[in-house]
């Protein structure tokens, strides 16, 4: 087990994210409400509690961290770090049912407004000031979390100061990894949605079965545009995780392929979002693969 004394960097990009709560109400249920240019009949959106604010997905994969460590009695010191310029992120948010009659309802994010700025095409300076030397050095691993389609290429940098440590990924594309899998090669871990892949969406919603979606993933994470794959020796550089919510789950990496799904369940069409989506379930996977090195000090993915 890795001892208490461990010290980790969460580095991410700097996202302000807005969350907002909405309920659908009718005008004539509620009665007398300030919405001008409204007939009597119509429906309208009212916000269903507190506006929250949070740091992007950086204080997400946190939050789902502490509680972790809370249960685990583990001590690590935790140091997070932004990146580039603040994006602003607007996520709107409705209760809806999960399945039948019976079944509880949950809060589903079913609009999400992004910056205007289009996908960047080199990463963000990653500039590290005299106070954050002591934060950037001396960490066991990092957790690195890109929302801006080019990750920092500060892995040598990074390995510099931290000779030995692992890096657990996750961006919004699997491309632009090279340099980390490279480098870092079996400690380095890359975390992705099955949405992250260099795949259009009519290819997706074309498989109805799970080893057609196994297939086009394969074949995406095996392109030389993403380039994660080595052909001479024909095996992935590093470990590679990708979600297909909510009933499946594949790896991929130097030791094999492993994939697994949920008894019963077909692969859901794009068309299933119109319930709307889980934004968390990202970084709590992420949280738990860093609570397991915390434990094992590994990711022994083909035990």
């Given amino acids: ?22 309920k659908e109400v009718s005008l004539l249920q509620e009665g007398s409400l300030p919405a001008y240019g409204y007939n009597p009949g119509d429906n309208i959106d009212l916000l269903a509690g507190p506006v929250s604010v949070e740091k992007g997905r950086l204080e997400q994969c ?49 609009n999400q407004l992004l910056p205007s700025e289009e996908r960047m095409k080199n ?35 990074m390995m510099g100061l931290n000779p030995d440590m692992w890096c657990i990924a996750m961006g919004i594309s699997v491309a632009h990894w090279q340099q980390w899998a490279q480098r870092l090669g079996k400690r380095f871990t890359l975390f992705c949605r099955l949405s992250d892949l260099e795949t259009t969406r009519m290819e997706m919603d074309s498989a109805v079965t799970w080893e057609s979606i196994v297939a086009m993933c394969l074949r995406a994470l095996k392109t030389s545009e993403v380039g994660l794959w080595d052909p001479t020796t024909k095996r992935f550089l590093c470990h590679i995780v990708v979600e297909m919510f909510p009933h499946a789950i594949l790896y991929v990496g130097p030791g ?48």
């Avoid at 087990?1 to 909405?22: R, Y």
């Avoid at 249960?71 to 999960?98: A, H, M, N």
């Fill in 62 to 110: 946190l939050t789902w961290l502490n509680s972790y460590l809370a249960e685990s009695g583990l001590t690590p010191q935790v140091d997070c770090l932004t990146y580039g310029p603040e994006k602003q992120v607007y996520q709107i948010f409705k209760r809806q049912k999960i399945g039948g009659e019976d079944d509880h309802d949950g809060w589903f994010m079913v």
């Fill in 123 to 157: 990463s963000p300076a990653f500039v590290i000031n005299e106070h954050e030397c002591s934060i950037v050095g001396n960490n066991t691993g990092m957790v690195l979390i890109d929302d801006s389609g080019v990750p920092p290429q500060v892995c040598d940098d």
């Fill in 256 to 303: 094999g392929t492993f994939f697994r799904y949920r008894k019963g369940m077909l692969p859901k069409k794009s068309s299933f979002k119109k319930r709307g989506s889980v934004p968390c379930y990202d970084t709590m996977v992420t949280a738990m693969l860093t609570i397991n090195i915390f434990r094992f000090n590994c990711l022994d993915f083909c035990r």
């Fill in 1 to 22: 087990m890795v001892a208490n004394s461990s010290k980790i960097l969460i580095l991410g990009s700097n996202v302000k994210i807005t969350n907002l709560p909405v």
